[in-house]
């Protein structure tokens, strides 16, 4: 089926945080992406019929390789990808547990500091999702 240009592409995606093993500071996930060498949320386009929620997560699972405990949902982005409209609905989500393995489609993950995160992201409208994390997370703001 054909979907017409105008229509939004519908997609979800975390703000995948853990606290550090070493530290006990926040850390963040990001994938990279070989098809588009970004470094980005985890995030996908939602299945018909799917929950925004039960999308993020799955696609966290399926990118990341970790189970998520989902928080707030933070602000949803809305952009053009490939010329057409998209909107993806983020949460916080807290990494429980994880077991990463690369794919075609995510071949690294990182885990950073908010401020590190928040450089290397390769999209500036990503970027302000990293404040609004630890806001809701009452954690300090990142540096930098």
């Given at each position: 089926?054909?979907?017409?240009?105008?229509?939004?592409v519908?997609?979800?995606?975390?703000?995948?945080?853990?606290?550090?093993?070493?530290?006990?500071?926040?850390?963040?996930?990001?994938?990279?992406?070989?098809?588009?060498?970004?470094?980005?949320?985890?995030?996908?386009?939602?299945?018909?019929?799917?929950?925004?929620l039960?999308?993020?997560?799955?696609?966290?699972?399926?990118?990341?390789?970790?189970?998520?405990?989902?928080?707030?949902?933070?602000?949803?982005?809305?952009?053009?990808?490939?010329?057409?409209?998209?909107?993806?609905?983020?949460?916080?989500?807290?990494?429980v547990?994880?077991?990463?393995?690369?794919?075609?489609?995510?071949?690294?993950?990182?885990?950073?500091?908010?401020?590190?995160?928040?450089?290397?992201?390769?999209?500036?409208?990503?970027?302000?999702?990293?404040?609004?994390?630890?806001?809701?997370?009452?954690?300090?703001r990142?540096?930098?």
């Amino acid at each position: 089926m054909n979907t017409p240009k105008d229509t939004t592409v519908q997609a979800a995606g975390c703000v995948l945080w853990r606290r550090s093993p070493a530290t006990g500071e926040p850390e963040l996930c990001l994938v990279h992406r070989p098809k588009y060498d970004d470094w980005s949320w985890p995030k996908g386009k939602l299945k018909r019929g799917e929950d925004a929620l039960a999308g993020a997560l799955r696609e966290v699972a399926e990118e990341t390789g970790c189970r998520a405990v989902p928080g707030p949902e933070l602000s949803a982005l809305r952009y053009l990808a490939g010329g057409r409209p998209k909107q993806v609905r983020y949460w916080a989500a807290e990494a429980v547990s994880c077991a990463f393995s690369p794919t075609d489609e995510v071949d690294r993950v990182l885990w950073l500091a908010p401020a590190a995160a928040r450089d290397r992201l390769t999209q500036p409208h990503d970027r302000p999702l990293v404040e609004e994390l630890l806001a809701v997370l009452h954690l300090p703001r990142a540096g930098g």
